[in-house]
């Protein structure tokens, strides 16, 4: 495994007679023209490796490409120069590792069954019914429509329905079972 080294500290202050010397010498870390250059020569051998990692070539290239982008952007931090194919190599494993893990997290997804869904046919038909439910409801006496809706709509008790009304829960009881019988009358005459 590569060995990465943290950032470099500040670079202490060049003597001014110093200054030709200090530009000559090269920076810690690997350089742009290493890094490509090893890029280049082992392109393949990383494309082979991911390979063997990841199952189509399209991820296999993607892998390949961002792991240098990631050396590159990381470049400095490369203690031994020497070491840069191997910090490549590792980073193209790591990314075909998580590539595998986003799929498997995926498939996962995709395994739950899907909830079933009503066709188009299905809706048309469940349309059609509320039409058929809306008109019968109008057709109601208004505190039947009131306790009906109230009652099953809006999931109120039959206490709540008669709080709400203002009127007495047998009352409640008696225009529910009439709105009802009334409603299947209706339901069934425009079947």
Not at 126 to 151: F, H, P, T
């Amino acid at each position: 495994m590569p060995v990465i080294a943290p950032m470099p500290a500040a670079r202490p202050a060049r003597i001014p007679n110093q200054r030709d010397a200090a530009d000559d010498t090269v920076a810690a870390g690997t350089t742009v023209d290493l890094l490509t250059e090893t890029y280049r020569a082992h392109y393949r051998s990383l494309l082979g490796l991911a390979a063997l990692l990841l199952d189509d070539t399209a991820s296999c290239e993607d892998v390949v490409q961002e792991a240098f982008i990631r050396v590159h952007s990381a470049r400095k931090r490369v203690r031994d120069p020497q070491k840069t194919l191997a910090y490549l190599r590792q980073t193209v494993v790591n990314l075909s590792r998580s590539a595998l893990r986003r799929r498997i997290l995926g498939l996962k997804l995709l395994s739950k069954p899907m909830p079933d869904m009503a066709s188009a046919e299905e809706g048309a038909y469940d349309q059609l019914e509320r039409d058929s439910l809306i008109k019968a409801m109008k057709g109601l006496q208004r505190r039947q429509r009131e306790v009906l809706v109230l009652r099953y709509f809006a999931d109120m008790t039959e206490a709540q329905v008669a709080e709400t009304l203002g009127i007495s829960l047998g009352s409640v009881k008696a225009y529910g079972s009439r709105g009802i019988a009334a409603l299947r009358i209706a339901m069934e005459a425009r079947a």
